[in-house]
């Protein structure tokens, strides 16, 4: 079964820093790669997706992430974060061959004003 | 507003009672999840439907739980003899379409549209 690991827990930033979470899975197989995002007192969304294609993926409010087939990573990037990406992200991984999406451990964003 | 909603939002109980969380999934999806997640960590799948029938289950999905979707629309987990290790937020979640697609062999990816979750307290 296939595996995730979200290297940071916990990440500090001020405003208008630059951002990258780390995500990496372990599966041999062809895979489809999301981040979700849970704000604080929020159920979890959607934040981008990646199925085939372009390995860079554009998703909501400035998110990007890329998708390094080599690497085995799908880390997601924002340049210039704002007080509103205080959150927690979570890396998923769903491997196509099965109905079972894992998640990651979750980092913790905290973007200081 | 995602649409799918969980009952109750918190329950507390005593070790070795029985419990019910309820999901209410958006309307036209006919896939189903049920995942643990605990503190410090990500969502744990526990088992999935697809319309009334339950596909998948975990391992962690000991005989003490249970989940049922009997008519394809809502769906209930039961914990029964609760145990302190029990406590967790157990989320729902629900998808038009699936990962893999049955018929064409070939994948559906769907995205997860998840409720707000149902915390358990077992003292």
């Known amino acids: 079964a296939q595996s995730v690991s979200q290297h940071n827990h916990h990440v500090i930033l001020s405003e208008a820093a630059s951002l990258e979470l780390g995500c990496n899975y372990s599966y041999g197989g062809t895979v489809n790669l999301f981040w979700y995002v849970q704000y604080p007192g929020q159920h979890l969304q959607l934040l981008l997706k990646y199925f085939s294609g372009d390995p860079l993926v554009k998703g909501i409010k400035g998110f990007e992430a890329e998708f390094i087939k080599s690497k085995f990573s799908f880390n997601l990037r924002k340049p210039s974060v704002q007080w509103s990406d205080t959150a927690e992200y979570f890396c998923?991984?769903?491997?196509?061959?099965?109905?079972?999406?894992?998640f990651g451990a979750g980092t913790r964003l905290t973007v200081k004003p | 507003d995602t649409g799918v909603s969980q009952d109750p939002r918190h329950k507390i109980t005593k070790r070795g009672q029985n419990v019910t969380f309820r999901c209410d999934p958006i309307s036209e999806h006919n896939r189903l999840y049920w995942y643990r997640q605990t503190l410090g960590q990500g969502p744990e799948f526990l088992t999935y439907?697809?319309?009334?029938?339950?596909?998948?289950k975990s391992r962690l999905l000991s005989d003490r739980f249970s989940a049922e979707r009997p008519k394809g629309s809502f769906s209930t987990l039961e914990i029964q003899r609760t145990e302190q290790g029990d406590s967790a937020m157990y989320l729902c979640?629900?998808?038009?379409?699936?990962?893999?697609?049955?018929?064409?062999?070939?994948?559906?990816?769907?995205?997860?549209?998840f409720g707000e979750g149902s915390r358990l307290t077992v003292l």
């Open positions: 979640a629900s998808s038009l379409g699936g990962f893999r697609d049955t018929i064409s062999r070939s994948a559906t990816p769907g995205e997860l549209f």
């Open positions: 439907f697809q319309n009334e029938a339950q596909l998948e």
């Open positions: 998923a991984v769903n491997a196509r061959n099965n109905n079972d999406m894992r």
